[in-house]
């Protein structure tokens, strides 16, 4: 018989506390929709006792979820729990993620607290969350690294307190899979009352076997694996959803589970979480780089072409990469482009459709076949740039080898125009940079700048991602136009309207 696996996303969570992901409130709830159409178990919201932007972000996100749990995490204090309940009582299926550090390391110096201490917090606080949450998960930070009985004796407790999942984090990425599986087999043979509750595991990537660790505690009997989509999180990332997924479908003989996730929409979400963070997907990631169903090797096209098994094991289909599909250009008429916006994920209001639709039309009078990736990027482009207080109204650059490159542009800040303004600059993005902080009065940092293109061919749409920062607040932006200049202005006016949003 097969055994159902849930997954708990937490891309929201703690994928964005990875370095430059930070998303706003509007990112999050398109996350969340590509979440509810992926058909993830659990969807983690944020961290609600962070910040007010957070708890309002967890509420927010726990108020669209119509099928999937939604979570906030919390740390072992009532303040924290109430903050989190707060947010997501009005949530169809709330639940409370509690977590306390149990390893001797963080005991000792995180915590600064006893053994015995810690039991009787964990055990205090899940009662108490239980008090308010018929849903209560507890986490023992650092689990990979606790000393067995002690770990035996605080699961053992919070399940007793009411804890409907316990799960046993790998935080810092030490542990080697066949250590974490019999970590996880220990557990079943060491707590009488484990089968009150379900175990769930959470892996970090840090030596590279966050995948293989939460696959390896899958065979070891955990059933909820904590994952994030693109593998993003702390450091060097969390285990990658769409990994463990497709792991679980193509070999499902060695695993015999089920699970209720479509990953025919992993593209889709892969792609909105890239996009929104601004973190590009290497081409050689596994599942869903561009080079995952890539084959040069003439060799491996021969094979491919006599039979697609002879070098892939899943297909593009099995993850939603889109096949064969109508053409669209400059001729193609407003419905089959909804119809392509939908199958791509997006449903979008009359404003928003008419505001993208001229958009492609005016792309297509650039280029003759506009692609699924450039349809992608509009949209995305429409959505970022619906509501931004500061807009480009014109801008000219002055460039050349023999002269300091000037911009001259203006700006519309919250449906006032300001005055023109020109600077100079050590090249004409650098140029238009100075302009726009000279309008706003504005300097901030610029940390992070990449462009690339988002499909081949001397045509193509210019993407630019970067992140910029001002008194300890990071924010990304991203642009994008045919013209480079005007896409690289476009992405630092998205990065200054975030970094206002978070003021």
């Not at 924290?80 to 299926?93: C, E, G, Y």
């Not at 707590?191 to 696959?215: E, K, Y």
């Not at 285990?239 to 990953?263: G, K």
């Not at 090797?297 to 990469?321: C, D, F, K, R």
């Amino acid at each position: 018989m097969s055994t159902p696996i849930k997954f708990f996303d937490t891309t929201l969570r703690d994928g964005e506390q990875s370095p430059g992901c930070t998303m706003n409130l509007k990112d999050k709830l398109l996350v969340a929709e590509h979440l509810e159409a992926l058909r993830v178990d659990v969807v983690e919201a944020g961290f609600a006792a962070a910040s007010p932007g957070d708890f309002e972000a967890v509420r927010a996100v726990a108020g669209v979820l119509k099928t999937p749990v939604a979570a906030s995490l919390c740390r072992a204090l009532e303040k924290d729990i109430d903050a989190s309940w707060d947010a997501l009582k009005t949530a169809r299926a709330p639940r409370l993620h509690l977590f306390l550090a149990t390893s001797p390391l963080h005991m000792q110096y995180k915590l600064k607290m006893n053994p015995d201490t810690v039991l009787e917090r964990a055990v205090k606080m899940v009662a108490y969350a239980r008090n308010l949450c018929p849903d209560v998960q507890f986490s023992l930070e650092d689990a990979s690294r606790t000393d067995p009985d002690f770990m035996f004796r605080v699961i053992e407790g919070v399940i007793r307190a009411g804890a409907t999942t316990v799960n046993i984090p790998d935080t810092v990425g030490y542990a080697l899979p066949a250590e974490f599986a019999d970590r996880i087999r220990a557990i079943f043979n060491n707590v009488p009352n484990i089968t009150g509750a379900t175990l769930a595991v959470h892996c970090h990537n840090d030596l590279g076997m966050a995948v293989a660790n939460s696959l390896a505690a899958v065979t070891a009997g955990a059933r909820q694996v904590e994952c994030t989509l693109n593998g993003i999180g702390e450091r060097a990332g969390n285990a990658a959803l769409e990994e463990i997924a497709m792991a679980l479908r193509v070999r499902n003989a060695a695993f015999n589970t089920t699970m209720q996730l479509d990953t025919t929409k992993i593209y889709n979400a892969s792609r909105c979480v890239a996009t929104v963070t601004g973190n590009r997907i290497p081409p050689n990631k596994a599942v869903v780089g561009e080079n995952a169903f890539a084959h040069e090797s003439g060799i491996h096209q021969h094979g491919v072409l006599a039979n697609p098994e002879t070098y892939e094991i899943m297909t593009p289909a099995s993850i939603g990469i889109p096949g064969n599909r109508m053409v669209l250009g400059k001729h193609s008429g407003k419905h089959a482009f909804d119809e392509r916006l939908k199958s791509l994920g997006f449903e979008l209001g009359p404003d928003h459709l008419q505001k993208l639709f001229a958009d492609f039309k005016v792309l297509a009078d650039q280029k003759k076949v506009v692609s699924d990736a450039d349809i992608e990027a509009l949209a995305y482009d429409v959505l970022h740039n619906a509501e931004a207080r500061i807009k480009l109204k014109h801008f000219n650059i002055h460039s050349s080898d023999t002269v300091k490159p000037t911009c001259i542009l203006s700006l519309e800040r919250d449906g006032q125009t300001l005055p023109d303004c020109v600077a100079l600059g050590d090249g004409p993005v650098d140029a238009a940079f100075n302009a726009v902080n000279q309008s706003l009065g504005l300097n901030p940092t610029l940390e992070t700048f990449l462009i690339a293109a988002v499909t081949s061919g001397e045509d193509a749409l210019g993407e630019v991602t970067l992140r910029i920062s001002d008194n300890h607040i990071r924010a990304p932006g991203r642009g994008l136009s045919t013209d480079i200049i005007r896409a690289c202005i476009d992405a630092y006016l998205s990065a200054i309207n975030n970094l206002l949003a978070q003021k």
